[in-house]
């Protein structure tokens, strides 16, 4: 007989995505739920995110007449699993659950006074596929006032923008010498900054104030949160997890839950250890998810039989590491780099090999495949720019020339009058190099990519310069000096997990339930297998699938 120290209703471990919802569920319905969270800081690499969650058919375009169902968006998902290999835990009954049950968790969250809104256009990463969106399924949370959490605030983990300036805004930015709308939102946002120093109200946006908003609602429906309790076991009682051990250095405490335990604890893409097990080559450090996100739970589901799907999996994002950027919270992305007009990416041979306006999952996943094809070929790949790409958009959001010289001298950026001598400074075949920007230039002439469609998707052209024409991902490689600078498989986190079912019940190898354990976020295997979707494709099913689990415990074990 296992000793407790305390006894709880529900427990659900880590939180990020989909925790906090599944606590405030199962709360809501009178029980007693604690929140077991290793780190000292509250919300998980979601809170540092995003925050978008990629929900079809959802009621906020229902609300503003865009076109979406149910049949639409299974059709989208159906096309996507074509091609991939058969999946446990992308089953078809799984993706129509998410479909199903998307809207309703943000019906339940409207309820308890959540309040999101969604991206006004955000194509999914796939829209020329049957069922794909172009204006996008994209939610997202409405500004929050952090002082609103009290106290907690202080115990809260950062957002990547802490602004009051909605994300979908923050990438319209750069808009703002050209366009009179984007000039009205930079107003606005002074405007709220100067409200901010007269009320001393202090809004965040993105991830964290989804996060700062479900934490709030966690507190006032009595959910217990306790900060610095890693989990260490899982406790189990005639096959069934019952409780989990938890503590930090003050000791270990032992904790029961009648209607089980949810596991949403992350991935483990600051492990490096598991990296060179299940990601060679990768390293924790091109990483941008919080410094807990360490796999623990990972292992303990497995020692208890858990199933695992796609631990090769990342969900990328491509990334530079310019000089004295390398302990930023977040490393620079590289993907609008190499998708911006007068770009491309190539590997160790100057080969292209990939759509430089796909999405950052499906880059990274090429870069990937491509190296381990023919190993030390693409890790790093290179991104090569002419010097209108650099006049125009800068290296990593730079422009200064001082900087850009500096780098230069480093070694880290290379420069060359010729794509020929560009090639000699990468070690490249400098024919090789050559001949693959003659070929691309000859494609932009003609307005179409041959070798991999970049620029034929609305989300391509979404990625790319809207003030390009024709077309806003294509530009020749053509006016001297020539750039390049090192890509590298970044991430925003790991993508493979432990297989679950339409119930978020952790399943075995053998297909079996393990009773009373559940999982969401990236501790499970993504219901979408290899692919992303789309913008929020991590946080909309972590969310959803949280709040599945809470419903099915409610339903079972009371
Ligand atoms: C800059 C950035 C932007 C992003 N934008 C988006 C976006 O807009 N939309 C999207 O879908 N994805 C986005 N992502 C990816 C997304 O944030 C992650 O995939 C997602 O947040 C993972 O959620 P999670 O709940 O699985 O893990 P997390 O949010 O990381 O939460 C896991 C929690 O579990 C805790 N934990 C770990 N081990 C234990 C233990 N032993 N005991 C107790 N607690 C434990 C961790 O400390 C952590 O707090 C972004 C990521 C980054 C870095």
Same mark, same amino acid.
């Given at each position: ?16 995505a989909?925790? !906090? ?18 780190s ?16 079809? =058919?959802?009621?906020? !375009? ?14 989208? $998902?159906?096309a ?38 969604? *991206? ?11 069922g794909?969106?172009?204006? /996008? ?7 929050? =006032?952090m ?5 907690w ?38 405007? #709220? ?36 309790m ?9 096959? #069934? ?21 949810l ?24 990483? =941008? ?7 623990d ?6 020692t ?6 796609? $631990? ?16 930023? !919270? ?5 993907q ?10 190539v ?27 023919n ?15 650099v ?17 230069a ?10 794509p020929?001598?560009?090639a ?6 400098p ?10 230039n /000859? ?11 970049? /620029? ?5 052209q ?8 024709? =077309?806003?991902?294509?530009?020749k490689?053509? *006016? ?36 009373g ?28 699938? /949280? ?12």
């Amino acid at each position: 007989m296992i000793q407790y120290d305390e006894q709880h209703d529900y427990i659900v471990i880590g939180s990020g995505a989909g925790s !906090m919802c599944a606590a405030l569920r199962v709360a809501k319905a009178g029980k007693k739920v604690l929140l077991l969270e290793k780190s000292e800081w509250i919300g998980g690499t979601t809170a540092r995110s995003g925050g978008v969650m990629w929900i079809p =058919n959802n009621p906020f !375009m229902k609300r503003d007449g865009v076109e979406d169902s149910a049949e639409q968006a299974t059709r989208y $998902l159906d096309a996507l699993a074509e091609g991939q290999p058969p999946l446990r835990a992308g089953t078809p009954e799984r993706r129509a659950a998410f479909i199903e049950e998307g809207p309703k968790m943000l019906q339940f969250l409207a309820e308890q006074g959540i309040r999101l809104n969604r *991206v006004d256009y955000w194509p999914d990463y796939y829209d020329e596929l049957p069922g794909g969106s172009k204006p /996008g399924r994209t939610v997202v949370s409405e500004l929050f =006032n952090m002082k609103e959490l009290g106290p907690w605030r202080k115990r809260f983990r950062k957002g990547f923008l802490p602004l009051p300036l909605m994300l979908q805004d923050a990438l319209k930015m750069n808009r703002v010498k050209r366009e009179w709308p984007a000039r009205l939102m930079l107003l606005r946002f002074i405007g #709220r900054l100067l409200g901010q120093v007269l009320t001393g109200k202090r809004f965040v946006s993105a991830g964290a104030a989804l996060q700062g908003q479900l934490l709030k609602a966690c507190l006032a429906a009595g959910v217990d949160v306790r900060t610095s309790m890693p989990v260490t076991e899982l406790l189990t009682a005639e096959e #069934r997890v019952v409780g989990v051990r938890a503590g930090g250095h003050g000791g270990s405490l032992t904790f029961s839950s009648k209607l089980g335990v949810l596991v949403d604890a992350g991935g483990f893409a600051r492990n490096q250890g598991l990296r060179d097990r299940y990601l060679p080559g990768t390293k924790t450090d091109w990483s =941008n998810t919080v410094e807990s996100d360490t796999g623990d739970l990972l292992e303990m589901m497995m020692t208890l039989g858990a199933d695992t799907e796609g $631990l090769g999996l990342l969900l990328g994002y491509q990334s530079m590491i310019p000089p004295g950027k390398e302990d930023d !919270m977040i490393k620079p992305g590289a993907q609008k780099q190499g998708a911006a007009p007068h770009s491309i990416v190539v590997d160790q041979t100057g080969v292209r090999y990939l759509n430089e306006g796909g999405s950052y999952v499906a880059f990274v996943k090429n870069m990937m495949d491509r190296n381990a094809e023919n190993p030390s070929s693409a890790l790093p790949s290179w991104i090569i720019m002419d010097s209108q790409a650099v006049k125009k958009y800068g290296i990593a959001g730079i422009k200064k020339k001082a900087t850009l010289q500096k780098w230069a001298e480093s070694g880290y950026l290379k420069t060359a009058d010729s794509p020929a001598a560009l090639a000699v400074a990468l070690n490249i075949d400098p024919s090789a190099l050559s001949s693959t920007i003659e070929r691309f230039n /000859g494609m932009v002439d003609k307005q179409c990519d041959d070798d991999f469609a970049r /620029g034929k998707r609305a989300y391509d052209q979404w990625l790319g310069d809207p003030y390009n024409a024709p =077309n806003a991902s294509l530009g020749k490689l053509e *006016v001297g000096p020539f750039y390049a600078v090192p890509v590298l498989p970044g991430d925003v986190s790991t993508l493979g997990g432990v297989v679950t079912d339409v119930h978020a019940r952790v399943l075995t190898s053998g297909g079996g339930v393990i009773p009373g354990l559940y999982a969401t976020g990236v501790a499970a295997a993504s219901p979408f297998g290899q692919v992303y979707p789309g913008a929020g494709a991590s946080i909309g099913p972590a969310y959803t699938f /949280g709040y599945v689990a809470a419903g099915h415990a409610l339903s079972t074990y009371t």
